[in-house]
């Protein structure tokens, strides 16, 4: 039997809603709080440049009501790295940002980084803050990795989630299993994330050295049709089945969300 795989709840869409408006709701904490009844083993929250979901006020309030551990996502610039080397949540997932993108688009270059990247994990480390880098499923990516000094990796999961079942889909997801055997190699911790849905989760949680998944834009979908709970027992559910019997759903066929 693989290792537990922990899920970590992405609420950012929370915020979405709450500041297409402006005003307090809904409140992304109260999410946070259902994703912890809800059986989720952790909470992530992206704080981007420009505050477009998750606010800097979020930040205090998640951590003091919500017990499970907080991965923070944010850009390696010294604002962000500040504002994490502050905080102290539990984890930092450093990603690249761009002002006009949707979400966040491919991973970062770790293998091409430049100092920023390198001063970021340092600080992070430093003030005891777990860091992990958002990378493509690249060997390249993962060697630089480890030589960063990151103890973990998640690995972008965008473009296996946008195939269709068939051959293009096998090509992703064998893409992810050699990264997270790879990674298991160098020593780096793998998780998961970006895209995630019932029909895409099972085959990458079945990756044996895969540790945690990050999963948001979907569960929140799909929240308004089921509730957030019930959206977040049912993700949990497929990860433990496919994670005690992952040769059920080899091919990523996976169960589609209704
Ligand atoms: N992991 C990382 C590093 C991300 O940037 C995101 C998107 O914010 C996610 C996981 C969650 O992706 P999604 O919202 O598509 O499930």
Avoid: K, W
């Amino acid at each position: 039997m693989p290792p537990a795989l922990r899920l970590g709840v992405n609420i950012d869409h929370v915020a979405t809603v709450r500041n297409a408006r402006g005003g307090h709701r809904p409140d992304p904490i109260r999410a946070a709080r259902i994703a912890a009844e809800a059986g989720a083993d952790g909470i992530t929250a992206h704080l981007r440049e420009d505050r477009r979901h998750i606010v800097d006020a979020d930040l205090p309030r998640l951590m003091a009501a919500v017990a499970l551990p907080l991965n923070l996502e944010l850009a390696a610039t010294p604002e962000m790295v500040a504002i994490a080397c502050r905080l102290r949540p539990h984890a930092a997932c450093l990603v690249p940002e761009r002002r006009d993108e949707v979400t966040t688009e491919g991973g970062l270059d770790a293998a091409g980084a430049g100092l920023a990247l390198r001063d970021a994990v340092a600080r992070l480390g430093d003030a005891g803050v777990r860091v992990s880098l958002f990378i493509d499923a690249e060997p390249r990516q993962l060697a630089a990795a480890r030589t960063l000094g990151a103890p973990v990796v998640e690995l972008h999961t965008g473009r296996y989630c946008d195939t269709v079942p068939g051959p293009e889909r096998e090509a992703e997801l064998a893409r992810l299993r050699t990264a997270a055997a790879d990674a298991d190699r160098l020593g780096l911790e793998c998780h998961a994330g970006h895209g995630l849905a019932y029909d895409t989760v099972a085959a990458v949680a079945a990756i044996p050295t895969m540790r945690e998944l990050n999963i948001g834009h979907f569960l929140i979908g799909e929240a308004i049709f089921v509730g957030l709970g019930n959206a977040i027992g049912r993700m949990r559910a497929l990860m433990t089945a496919a994670r005690s019997n992952p040769s059920a759903d080899p091919a990523g066929h996976g169960t589609a969300a209704q």
